[in-house]
């Protein structure tokens, strides 16, 4: 028993070894997040392109016994005390290399992952609560069990019935057969499990991806919100499997666009931002009319809006409200601060005007290429989850 015990022991402290083997990578992995929102294809390259991630090698003590009896010292002989170190330490990097850059000498390797297994971790560290999909009619079919019949595929077939038919059988016969090892079948006994397709209830969404892409817009400006438009783009389409995302962009004038075109916009002109309010309600309301579909916007702009806009972007976003589950708006702010930034921009003060009239809204800010995680945390965390 106490044997048993002992390699419960080992065990179990080799899988406490490995989760925190685990974990330390993770640690490189978002230590290393910084330099991988500075990839120049992080937008437009393959997610299935190899990333490599310097990581510690840890070095496991290793023992053999002596290769003679008398060749070497036992246990518990010679000058050695607990605590004392069994090798020297290694000499310092020289400067500039890699380990010396690393802040440490140690043994360092790289770890290659893909970029979508990076942005995954990411979503995953977030801990983010899933969005709320509408239940709506009938529309996707699945096969449901409906019953049973004598014939059918093997793999369905209903050995509990089938046994059951064949007692029936037996019992009801006014011979009775001489007895026999076993329960004998024959093809009426048989019961194989019928399948019919039919439609069920399905949960149905709909995000809405908006970007301002006039000439106040500057290209770092729009560099930051397509890379919040990208992490979030990938999580919705690796957590969800039916949600539909409509691209929009505008200046004076609102567009829709495929995906492939939205991430490689960019415009010039003035910012009206009442036109891309009322394009998003005419979609809803024509494509996504009849309450079956949660609906979600996600804005991005720096803030600047027509004077003469502002009474029909209020107007336009108030009538566009009702129909959004959520509405998440981010605001750019590269470089030195605006003075608008700080008081309180035209479109900031109308989804604040939105959140004080009780609409579920939420509004962050993104001056560098990690805010974009605290958009995300902050639009799911808080709204995007409320039905």
Same mark, same amino acid.
């Given at each position: 028993m106490a044997d048993q015990s002992r390699w419960y022991e080992l065990f179990s402290r080799g899988e406490r070894d490995w989760l925190r083997h685990n974990q330390k990578v993770r640690q490189a992995v978002l230590a290393y997040v910084p330099q991988f929102l500075e990839c120049p294809d992080l937008i437009s390259g393959d997610p299935r392109r190899p990333v490599r991630v310097p990581?510690?090698?840890?070095?496991?003590a290793r023992f053999r016994l002596a290769d003679a009896p008398d060749g070497g010292s036992g246990a518990g002989h010679g000058p050695g005390r607990p605590g004392d170190m069994l090798r020297a330490g290694r000499e310092p990097a020289c400067a500039g290399s890699a380990e010396s850059l690393a802040g440490d000498d140690g043994v360092r390797m790289q770890l290659e992952f893909t970029a979508g297994d990076i942005t995954d971790w990411l979503w995953e560290e977030l801990e983010l609560p899933l969005l709320a999909p509408e239940t709506g009619p009938g529309?996707?079919?699945?096969?449901?069990?409906?019953?049973?019949?004598?014939?059918?595929?093997?793999?369905?077939?209903?050995?509990?019935?089938?046994?059951?038919?064949?007692?029936?059988?037996?019992?009801?016969?006014?011979t009775r057969p001489s007895p026999a090892p076993g329960l004998a079948y024959i093809n009426d006994d048989l019961r194989f499990r019928q399948q019919q397709p039919r439609r069920h209830a399905a949960s149905k969404a709909v995000v809405l991806f908006a970007?301002?892409?006039?000439?106040?817009?500057?290209?770092?400006?729009?560099?930051?919100?397509?890379?919040?438009?990208?992490?979030t783009l990938h999580g919705l389409r690796r957590r969800y499997q039916d949600v539909a995302v409509r691209f929009l962009a505008h200046a004076t004038r609102a567009w829709e666009f495929s995906e492939q075109e939205f991430f490689q916009i960019?415009?010039? #002109?003035?910012?009206?931002?009442?036109?891309?309010?009322?394009?998003?309600?005419?979609?809803?309301?024509?494509?996504? #009319?009849? #309450?079956?579909?949660?609906?979600?916007?996600?804005?991005?702009?720096? #803030?600047?809006?027509?004077?003469?806009?502002?009474?029909?972007?209020?107007?336009?976003?108030?009538?566009?409200a009702p129909s959004l589950n959520f509405m998440g708006y981010a605001e750019t702010v590269v470089g030195a601060s605006r003075a608008n930034a700080a008081q309180g921009s035209e479109l900031q003060r109308l989804f604040a005007a939105r959140q004080h009239a009780g609409d579920a809204a939420? *509004?962050?800010?993104?001056?560098?290429?990690?805010?974009?995680?605290?958009? *995300?945390?902050? $639009? $799911?965390g808080h709204g995007a989850a409320r039905k």
């Open positions: 990581l510690h090698l840890l070095e496991h529309k996707e079919p699945a096969n449901m069990r409906s019953g049973w019949n004598r014939q059918g595929a093997l793999s369905q077939l209903d050995r509990r019935r089938t046994a059951m038919q064949a007692v029936k059988r037996r019992a009801a016969q006014t970007l301002d892409v006039s000439a106040s817009m500057t290209l770092p400006e729009r560099k930051l919100a397509k890379t919040f438009f990208h992490f960019s415009g010039e #002109g003035g910012t009206q931002a009442s036109c891309l309010f009322q394009l998003a309600h005419d979609i809803l309301r024509a494509d996504y #009319g009849g #309450g079956h579909h949660n609906a979600y916007l996600f804005y991005a702009s720096d #803030g600047e809006n027509y004077r003469e806009d502002r009474a029909a972007a209020s107007t336009a976003l108030a009538a566009l939420a *509004i962050c800010t993104l001056a560098q290429p990690d805010d974009a995680w605290n958009a *995300i945390r902050s $639009f $799911f």
